[in-house]
């Protein structure tokens, strides 16, 4: 299980961020006698033959009375890659659906955020001598709604890189009027105003009847916004920009190809955030010259979100309304004089906290296993033992996540006491994560595994959104290209067997590093329970209590992993019984267990 975090409780002006569960080591494995030299043969020539897994023991204890979060229609979603071409089709959204996906993060990754204009539809080319990145129209806005709507919500990410034409960095009253447009009510007669370059953002019910009308006989070149929805869409979470860290300040990583060529493939460098407070750059290489400039740093972006949010919440004060923060520099390996993060959170926090509704937070787990770190993911990092970046021999008692998030954590208590507001303390959305550099594990179950056990975890301690990427992609995480789930697919298809929208996830612990738990209180009454093993030879035998059993003796179990995996099997269901106060569970080898346990 990951590190649990009490995120809002401060004693004495410090966030306390060493409750922790299930992290002692197992006791020592006891050495057998020495065997005689021909039977030792005989153990090592059967051993070879036919492998023996053996089996671990703990407990688990449940405690229904402590709610830690409740399970929302925005905590768990996705966010597509611009160059997916399926990353919303018909068939993908019904799997999604099946997996309890029910918000998406519009309008994506790799810099469209910055580039799409909302109104009109159209994509800012921020370059003098390159091709625009592409953007389809089945993934703009006016189509997106109905998907939206099915799905269940969104978490949109305003323009904070440029303005309509192209010349400058995004306008507020821009950001106004998509609020409008998602939000408002046609009746509304509420002027939004006008931008830096005079453009005319008219009123909230202007854009709202647009939404709501039908398509004129003949387009006034306004006819995509006209959707047929009268009812606001009710979008509650908003981000200004989408990594503005990554726009250059920081220099810039040799990029294959242009923003337009970059295709998911392993190893491929990420889009860099384009941002037009400096101009447009000749190519996608050139946001670098951009290092240090103070004019697209932290303080800059911080001093603009304020600005943003008064113009969004002018048109609906119900939304919450995120800016962009980063892991602290401790945890990139970076020893460049000016390596990524560097001073960023202090700079945005200083300007921009007491406007902020939450922090958006990226955050990507998943370091190359060694000899050769390029070609297989380091399972035991991901799962257990994080390996520290800047000296590879060095392990932590936690897995990588815990780690990271535990530096994250730490640094944002700091900041959020020197720069915020007494008592406020935005609480974390993690925007977009994932596991980078998306290498392939030698147990491809690892990344099931890993990401219902994130998922959970995140959603434990409070945090708005969990927002997995890509959907689809040549590294795939949850599809591949022809649509068939990943590994990563089935880890959150068994979370949603458990928990529901609007289930609250209750404590449950273990002292075994080895075993992840979870446990949540549904809504029809009944008990969901979690088991992840993540020893990859042994199966672990749980006894598990749980405080004050109100629940029935027979129930349903699911399980997936790495022997589903290697029968072709998809996730598997059976009926199990003997259930109550305590009752003993075995978990196969890196496998998921899920128990769902009606009310008595």
């Not at 932290?298 to 919450?320: E, R, S, W």
Request: hydrophobic share 40%; glycine share 10%; with cysteine.
């Amino acid at each position: 299980m990951f590190l649990r975090f009490d995120w809002f409780r401060l004693d004495n002006g410090l966030v306390d961020i060493f409750s922790l569960h299930g992290l002692r080591r197992n006791a020592p494995v006891r050495c057998p006698q020495v065997l005689p030299t021909a039977a030792l043969l005989l153990a090592v020539i059967l051993s070879a033959a036919t492998p023996i897994h053996a089996q671990l023991k703990t407990t688990v204890h449940v405690d229904p009375t402590k709610g830690q979060a409740v399970l929302y229609t925005t905590s768990i979603g996705v966010s597509g890659d611009r160059w997916d071409a399926k990353a919303f089709d018909p068939s993908t959204v019904k799997l999604l659906q099946d997996a309890g996906v029910t918000s998406l993060r519009f309008p994506g990754n790799n810099g469209i955020d910055a580039l799409y204009h909302w109104s009109t539809g159209a994509v800012i080319n921020p370059y003098t001598n390159d091709r625009a990145p592409a953007f389809a129209p089945e993934r703009k806005l006016p189509a997106m709604v109905p998907i939206i709507d099915k799905l269940g919500t969104a978490l949109i990410t305003v323009n904070y890189g440029s303005n309509l034409d192209g010349t400058g960095g995004g306008e507020p009253a821009e950001a106004a009027a998509w609020v409008a447009y998602v939000n408002g009510k046609p009746t509304n007669t509420q002027e939004i105003g006008k931008d830096s370059k005079g453009n005319d953002w008219k009123t909230v019910g202007y854009w709202a009847s647009l939404r709501a009308a039908t398509p004129l006989p003949t387009d006034d070149g306004f006819n995509a916004l006209r959707i047929g929805h009268p009812e606001p869409i009710g979008i509650q979470l908003w981000t200004i920009g989408h990594e503005p860290w990554n726009n250059g300040f920081y220099g810039q990583a040799h990029t294959l190809g242009s923003d337009a060529d970059n295709s998911g493939k392993y190893h491929e460098s990420g889009s860099p955030e384009p941002d037009l407070h400096l101009g447009p750059v000749a190519t996608s290489k050139d946001w670098g010259h951009h290092s240090e400039n103070g004019k697209v740093g932290p303080q800059a972006y911080g001093a603009a979100v304020p600005a943003f949010v008064k113009a969004m919440k002018a048109v609906d004060p119900t939304i919450l309304v995120g800016a962009a923060l980063t892991l602290p520099v401790s945890t990139s390996g970076d020893n460049s004089p000016n390596p990524m993060g560097k001073n960023w959170n202090a700079g945005v926090l200083k300007a921009a906290c007491a406007s902020m509704d939450f922090s958006a937070i990226t955050m990507f787990e998943g370091k190359g296993a060694p000899p050769n770190y390029d070609i297989n993911i380091d399972e035991d990092d991901l799962l257990r033992t994080a390996r520290d970046p800047l000296d590879t021999k060095r392990y932590f008692s936690v897995s990588a996540l815990n780690h990271d998030y535990a530096l994250l954590v730490t640094d944002l208590s700091e900041k959020y006491k020197k720069f915020c507001p007494a008592g406020h303390l935005p609480p974390l959305a993690i925007t977009n994560t994932g596991i980078a550099p998306w290498l392939p594990a030698k147990n491809p179950e690892v990344a099931g595994l890993y990401t219902l056990d994130a998922t959970a975890t995140l959603v434990e301690d409070g945090v708005y959104a969990v927002e997995w990427a890509p959907i689809h992609a040549l590294s795939p995480l949850l599809f591949d290209s022809n649509n068939q789930p990943q590994p990563a697919y089935f880890g959150l298809k068994v979370l949603h067997q458990v928990a529901r929208v609007g289930d609250t996830f209750i404590a449950a612990s273990t002292p075994m590093d080895r075993l992840g738990v979870h446990a949540v209180k549904r809504r029809d009454g009944g008990l969901g329970l979690i088991f992840i093993n993540k020893d990859p030879v042994q199966s672990i035998a749980a006894t598990v209590t749980v405080d004050g059993y109100n629940y029935a003796s027979k129930g349903t179990r699911y399980e997936w992993g790495k022997v589903t995996l290697e029968t072709g099997k998809d996730i598997t269901q059976a009926p199990i019984d003997g259930l109550g106060g305590t009752f003993t569970v075995v978990v196969p080898r890196y496998s998921i267990t899920a128990l769902v346990i009606p009310k008595s």
